[in-house]
């Protein structure tokens, strides 16, 4: 298995533009979590899906954001305007039934 | 509030040298413990996991040890390499749900020539 993939690697984009990351799983893992991770504040949960649903978006900084999962094989997290607060690295992961975490290897936000 | 605290913030060491990362924590009720690897410009990397009734867990040089009735954990890390260059977060999971996994701010370790 490649492991989750997740595009684009890095993103640089101009304040009030909009940005959309996405997120392929692990096949076959039913939990799918969105993270945000910067040098302050450490890993935060964004918001975490369970089967497809999301379960606790409250993580979710504000009406800005946005994340769908249509089906069990891609997510996206959409940032809408976008702000130089939000640059970030964000990751996606995904854990099958014994929660082990597997994580992608990020996407480098840049709001300029 | 549920919180996990590591020490040292950051370390540097000699390779070939061992050394022990600390963990902390006040999430109750405890379910499990992580350590993950975390390589610049990548993703944590899973390197145990550890339930309650675990006190030691080894993966090849790496070696965690659980007491948790004082709520602390330690990550050994033996004849270090330069690839063990990397920050290592410890990571909470208490009774309350998957999502509520609690994060420690990491150790960043760099093992020197």
């Known amino acids: 298995d490649a492991g989750v993939i997740q595009s684009p690697r890095h993103e640089v984009t101009e304040m009030g533009q909009e940005v959309t990351l996405r997120c392929k799983p692990i096949?076959?893992?039913?939990?799918l979590f969105w993270y945000r991770q910067t040098m302050m504040r450490g890993l935060e949960l964004l918001i975490y899906?369970?089967?497809?649903?999301?379960?606790?978006d409250s993580g979710m900084p504000e009406d800005r954001f946005s994340a769908k999962m249509p089906n069990a094989s891609f997510s996206t997290l959409k940032i809408q305007p976008s702000e130089p607060r939000d640059s970030a690295v964000y990751f996606c992961?995904?854990?099958?039934?014994?929660?082990?975490?597997?994580f992608g290897s990020g996407t480098q936000l840049s709001v300029l | 509030k549920n919180q996990v605290e590591q020490s040292p913030q950051s370390l540097i060491i000699l390779e070939g040298k061992n050394c022990t990362l600390q963990c902390n924590y006040t999430v109750s009720p405890f379910s499990n413990l992580r350590w993950y690897k975390q390589d610049t410009g990548r993703g944590p990397v899973s390197l145990t996991i550890?339930?309650?009734?675990?006190n030691t867990k080894s993966n090849g040089r790496y070696t965690a040890t659980l007491d948790a009735d004082t709520k602390q954990s330690s990550l050994h890390i033996t004849a270090s390499q330069l690839s063990d260059s990397a920050s290592y977060i410890c990571v909470v999971r208490g009774n309350t749900g998957f999502q509520k996994l609690v994060f420690g701010t990491g150790t960043r370790l760099l093992v020197s020539p």
């Open positions: 899906f369970n089967n497809n649903v999301p379960i606790d």
């Open positions: 992961a995904s854990a099958g039934a014994n929660e082990k975490l597997f």
């Open positions: 096949s076959g893992h039913n939990s």
């Open positions: 550890m339930t309650f009734s675990e």
